[in-house]
């Protein structure tokens, strides 16, 4: 899972769905970063509200039997989307990376381990953030974003992620998916988070534990926010695009430093 840390939305509600995306990431901007900051650790929460993309990005896989079948959902809906992928993973089912690609799909960085990086040695955030990028370039992705695991960020990781050549990627809308929510609490949230200009947190793999196995009722689930998420944005008139190309389309940075 990617973690808690990042703003609430479900007290956001009543706001129309552009000011609601604009409005939480001021929020996230707002969290105790000055504006030097902001201007030193630009980070990508958002894009812009008034358009009719937003960025689905899932983390914590590749999974077998749930990332091929996401990612073909996606496609046949006209949707691409950002997965960032742990290592291992990735190495062990590299069909799936494969397949990812080929679909239109962007491939970013989630992490060798799947552990929080503020706090570590500045060589051991070194080392990782270069050998997964060189792992999975050796299998054909050559990421340029980083989700960092729990979406924990400081200044030195971010200047390490920076250095090994990637941009570090937030988001301003959590679906809880690894809270495995029931159908209602499922609905209510993607109706909140499917809006313009939003980066969409979700994940493919096992939340609890990254890169152990799903459970049938886990994929099930994942599964409906999948068929969920495709009719509200057919409703909404969205379409997904990679979090790289909502970039290019005008992006609202903040400064995600949570460590
Ligand atoms: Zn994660």
Redesign the pocket.
Known sequence: ???TSGPSTTRTTARSAAATASGIARDVVRRGQSRLDRRLFPTLVAGHAPTARLALTY??GPTPDLTDVVAETLAAHGHRATFFVLVPQAEAHPYLVRRLLDLGHEVGL?GVV?ERLPGQPWSAVHRQLRDGRDRLAAIGARPTLFRP??GAQNRRTYLLTRAAGLRPVAWNADVRDYQEPGPDAMREQLAVSLRPGAVVLL?D?AGER?GSELTADQRGRRLSILDRTMVLLAERALTSVPVSELSTAGALRGAWLSA
């Open positions: 899972m990617t973690g983390d914590d989630h799947h695991p729990y994940h793999g990254p």
